[in-house]
Every structure is written in C-alpha cells, then in structure tokens.
C-alpha cells in the first residue's frame, strides 16, 4: 500500500504522516512530497528518516493513494496528473468539494457516495466536518430546517505563519503578519476572503458543504466566521431548527451514539468543551445543549473539535480506510 502525501511538510501533511503510524495504516513505502523549496528535506515516518520528493516524483512512484494537502492551487493542478494515472487523490483542500462528480466525505455520516473506480475524493472544511457529525444523527430523526453558525476558529487554521504570527506577538516581537491585524489579545470576524455579497468563503463553505455532506438542498444555512488567539481546535455555537419537534434528551442520545461524538456537558461542574480539550484528539465535543426557548422546535449546541485532525487529517485517512477495508481502490 504505497501511499504519497502531497504538502508533507505542513502543519497539517505533518499531521498526516503521524496519523498514518498511529492508526497502522498498511503503509508499505510511504512518499512524502512538496514544493521544489523542500524536496530533499528528511522527515520522519516509523522511525526511519524519508526523503521529500517532487509532486512529479510522487506521480512517477505509482502509489496507491495520494492524500493532499497542499491549497487549492496545487490540487487544482496536480490531482488531476494523479488520477489520470490511475492514483486515489484525497484532497483536504477547497478546490474539489462542491464539484458535482467529486464525493465529499464524512465516512461517519455519507461514506456511501463513494463508489469503486473513483480517483478524487474531497475531504470537507474542518468547521463543517464538526458541525455535521454533531448534526447528522439529528437531521436523521427530526429533518433540520435551518442553522445559524457562528465559528471561534484557530490560528492553526491559517497555518504556521498565524500560530508565528500570534507567538511574536505574545513575545512582543515584531514579525511577518498572517492578518490584516493583530490576533493576540484580539479576535476579529474574518476568515477566508470576502465575497461580492460580504459573506466570507470560510462562510460560504459551511453552508453550501452541509447541505452537500447531509444531501439535503433545503436546509436553510447562515453563518459567520471568527478568527480567536488560540491553538487546538475550533469551536462553534449552532442553533439550529428542526421540521418535527423534538424531545432534548432523545437528542442528547442519538448524539452521544454517534461514532466519533462525546457529549461534554455538566455545566454545574464547569464541563462543556473547549480547544484545550480536544487538542491531539480526533472526537467531536458537544456540550452546552439546551432548548431555545425563543422558538419552537430549536436547539443550541456548542461544538468543538481539534481542526488539525478531525478537521482534516485524520477525517482524509478516514477515508482511505473506508476504502481499504471495502476494496474500493
């Protein structure tokens, strides 16, 4: 099982080749490839120092799978080359999700669209990925109408130079900046680029990716997005509507049976989730679950989830799992 990951010395491609060893994916010669600036620079895999190689390199070595994560760019270029030559491209990037012949997976929740033959998977947005596993079971049972978002994203989110860019800060030390303004001490409702409509792309993805991963086009989505000073994971308040009435303890439950949910919620012992808890953990914490009582048949849910892991790697070696396991490649 040879298999190529394509960005290999990001946050999140580091992430990926960690999580290939920790999980025993059945790696048999692994290939980590970048841009031209890291080619020859040695990571580490079981151990034993790998060589970076060149995107071409990594097409040329024929591996079974090759999982990206690389920007939109590079997928936009590149798994194309990949998949014409006969390779598995899971992309982590925006380039393919709502790409109407590309799957966009979550296994827990839509595993099914993918079907033998396919050679380009997109893996979700990471807020999305968190908000549809807590959503899932419940759109299942009581048909959600509407959801209104608002994201408290880390700086991980951004990459290296923000998580610098925060750290500098912190030191007071003046360094190149990954924002527009000053992150620590500071939050500010802006991630991904404005639209036309002043809506932001890390917005704009949350409500088209939902209803595409929960293959309902009537569900009502608005959403706004914040950028706030700290590592670990990202974190949500969601309300959302449901078409049929529900009973909150019912709720409750078909959450916490959910693969890959923890319900986290006693708030009379201060316990609801939090970035510093599902850091370097791959499950999905929901707490703070309670009626609105200003509306019939709505709920609030707060979510958090590491947005490295479950919010990208680990969800794209997921799917190469899936696919594993049910020779699909």
């Not at 059945?26 to 151990?47: D, Q, R």
């Not at 009581?142 to 408290?152: E, F, G, L, M």
């Not at 509507?241 to 949910?261: H, N, R, T, W």
Request: proline share 5%; charged share 25%; net charge positive.
């Amino acid at each position: 099982m040879k298999t190529a990951v394509v960005g290999a010395t990001g946050m999140v491609g580091r992430t990926m080749m960690k999580l290939l060893e920790e999980r025993n994916f059945p790696v048999t010669e692994i290939i980590p490839a970048a841009s031209e600036k890291s080619v020859g620079k040695e990571l580490m895999f079981k151990g034993k120092p790998v060589k970076v190689v060149s995107v071409m390199d990594a097409v040329k070595a024929k591996p079974v799978f090759a999982i990206f994560s690389a920007g939109a760019s590079t997928s936009k270029e590149w798994a194309p080359v990949f998949a014409k030559n006969g390779i598995i491209v899971i992309d982590n990037s925006s380039a393919w999700r709502m790409d109407k012949d590309v799957p966009l997976v979550v296994p827990e929740i839509n595993s099914h669209v993918i079907k033998k033959g396919v050679k380009l998977i997109a893996n979700p947005n990471c807020s999305t990925i968190q908000m549809v596993m807590a959503l899932a079971p419940l759109h299942r049972k009581y048909k959600i109408k509407r959801i209104v978002a608002a994201t408290y994203q880390s700086v991980t989110g951004t990459g290296v130079k923000a998580v610098t860019q925060m750290e500098n800060e912190r030191k007071g030390i003046k360094g190149e900046m990954a924002y527009a303004h000053p992150i620590d001490m500071n939050c500010f409702p802006h991630g991904g680029s404005f639209q036309p409509d002043t809506y932001t792309t890390e917005e704009q993805k949350l409500i088209d990716e939902t209803r595409k991963i929960l293959e309902d086009q009537s569900i009502m989505v608005t959403a706004t997005v914040v950028r706030i000073p700290v590592v670990g994971g990202h974190s949500e308040a969601v309300n959302v509507e449901f078409e049929k009435e529900y009973d909150l303890q019912e709720a409750i439950s078909l959450m916490s049976k959910f693969p890959g949910v923890v319900i986290y919620d006693n708030p009379a012992e201060n316990k609801y989730p939090m970035p510093i808890l599902s850091h370097n953990r791959d499950e999905v914490f929901v707490g703070r679950i309670r009626r609105d009582h200003s509306r019939e048949k709505c709920l609030n849910l707060w979510i958090v989830s590491d947005n490295i892991r479950k919010g990208a790697a680990t969800n794209a070696i997921q799917i190469a799992e899936y696919m594993v396991a049910n020779k699909l490649y």
